[in-house]
């Protein structure tokens, strides 16, 4: 058997008004070199201008990540030549990154598991190309945008563990705002290292790198072949190659592009342009202090503090908005558990079949604690509470209105009840004999009772009235 050793190299655009260097819109558009200027496309004489809002949310997403900060900012240039680079070199950061020695906390198959994240650091996005049958064509629409790129170690083992840590990540850039990390729009894609080793070998195999895969199932598929092509080979004693290979999403195979050497020279040296500024430590704490509780935190929060199962937890937290949502409801003194269960069923059920996020809900949380208080005071139904919801945010109604209107209080009144439960048993004595016997006629009577009360009669108060009934026959 063979350890897999995984490192990921994740790209994530970071959502600024401008380039990071230019004055160029960072936005998306389906219309070709739309958003560029001079210093994108590389012109004599040009002179970039960072981009203050795309460090600040560098700078967040590194403390998100628990990483070491540095003291001053620094850009340099690493210098190579490919076609959608028009200025010959990248704007990166390699003396001073925004941040090093950090972590993030993940859970995988129910296990908890720190990935350790080696730098994350700002640079500029390249130019996009498209490939045609004997000639490309470059949009320059992406060169210049602001680029996170966030390293981890290779501490990853499983294609599981891999995607895991890309959720996360995601769920981060989500809840910082530094990113809309939409895989669709290519604005989050990653490199993926993969190598194997003997289960007792202190030093890793060879490393295979699988570049810009732009989903997170592709990333799975890409692990998983490349896991089973590189058993496949170093069981038949043959040697695995270090090498730069690429992932077909048609036919979910992995084929070489060209050989790797550690050693890559890209004569790195500092960006001459841009002047080294000091970073102040109010600024770090005024950052800092702009961070939700994110994820991770939040789930450990809601089991520990609230009772929810991780399956719950984990369901709420996927967005930010409704997580926030709940904590609302939370603060307005509602069961959690009851908040839980009404948006994970009929709330996001809703919206996943509308297609709407939770601002668009008619339904504040101050409502749904309405109606979850209605439920628990016995006033309605848990099934009625389901029809008050959908005519709640069909015609944007409170839900003490829907229910004055429908007439739905429920009944819990001992003699009333009782007289109908008496009413129905003398009618129907054979079925009381039937009881006896072993027979279940019990529910029949539930049953009669909702039918005669249009389903208003309190059902934990009618099922005990009619055991006490039925065994005084």
């Known amino acids: 058997m063979y350890k ?19 004055s160029a819109r960072n936005t ?7 958003n560029i200027d001079t210093v994108d496309i590389g012109l004599p004489g040009i002179l970039p201008v960072a981009n203050k809002d795309a460090f600040r949310k560098s700078l967040k997403m590194a403390l998100a990540l628990n990483c070491k900060t540095p003291d001053i900012v620094m850009f340099d240039r690493k210098n190579y030549y490919y076609p959608d680079l028009p200025k010959g070199y990248q704007i990166t950061q390699e003396t001073k990154q925004v941040g090093v020695n950090g972590y993030v906390m993940i859970n995988v198959n129910g296990e908890d598991k720190k ?25 320059y ?16 083992h499983s294609a599981d563990e891999a995607i895991t840590f890309l959720e996360a990540l995601k769920g981060i850039f989500l809840y910082t705002g530094v990113s809309e990390a939409r895989t669709d729009r290519g604005q989050m894609r990653c490199d993926v290292n993969v190598s194997l080793m003997e289960e007792n070998a202190t030093e890793l195999g060879t490393k295979v790198e699988m570049k810009n ?9 890409a692990i998983e072949y490349e896991i089973k092509r590189q058993t496949e080979i170093l069981k038949s004693g043959g040697k695995v190659m270090q090498e730069t290979r690429r992932f077909d ?12 050497v550690d050693a ?62 709940f904590e609302e409801t939370i603060k307005l003194k509602v069961n959690p558990k009851s908040s839980a269960n009404f948006i994970t069923t009929m709330i996001l059920g809703y919206l996943n079949k509308y297609e709407k996020t939770i601002d668009e809900l008619y339904l504040t949380p101050q409502m749904l604690c309405e109606l979850i208080h209605m439920v628990d005071e016995g006033k309605i139904s848990s099934k ?35 007289d109908i439960v008496i009413k129905l048993l003398d009618e129907r004595p054979d079925l009381i004999e039937d009881h006896r016997k072993g027979k279940n006629t019990f529910d029949y009577f539930v049953g009669q009772v909702m039918k005669q009360t249009r389903g208003q009669a309190n059902p934990s108060i009618t099922a005990n009235i009619i055991r006490e009934e039925m065994e005084k026959r």
Not at 4 to 22: A, M, R
Not at 141 to 156: D, Y
Not at 273 to 296: A, G, T, W
């Open 115 to 139: 990935v350790e994240i080696n730098n994350i650091h700002l640079e500029e996005d390249t130019a996009s190309l498209d490939h045609f049958g004997n000639y490309s064509l470059i949009d």
């Open 141 to 156: 629409n992406r060169a210049g945008v602001p680029l996170l790129e966030t390293v981890t170690e290779p501490c990853l």
């Open 4 to 22: 897999v050793v995984i490192g990921l190299e994740v790209h994530c655009e970071v959502k600024t008004n401008s380039k990071n260097f230019s």
């Open 384 to 418: 009625q509470s389901k029809q008050v919801f959908f005519k709640c945010i069909e015609e944007n109604k409170e839900p003490k209105i829907v229910v004055k209107e429908l007439g739905m209080t429920q009944i819990t009144d001992d003699k009333t009840i009782r």
């Open 28 to 34: 998306y558009s389906e219309y070709p070199n739309e």
């Open 213 to 221: 895969i732009n989903s997170f199932n592709n990333v799975r598929l």
């Open 249 to 260: 999403d048609e036919d979910l195979k992995t084929y070489p592009m060209r050989s790797k």
């Open 264 to 325: 890559v020279d890209y004569k790195y040296y500092i960006e001459p342009n841009i002047p080294p500024i000091k970073i102040e430590n109010s600024l770090i704490d005024e950052i800092r202090s702009e961070i939700p509780m994110l994820q991770y935190e939040r789930i450990q929060k809601y089991m520990n503090e609230y009772g929810l199962s991780r399956y719950d937890s984990d369901i709420i937290v996927r967005d930010k908005k409704v997580s926030d949502y």
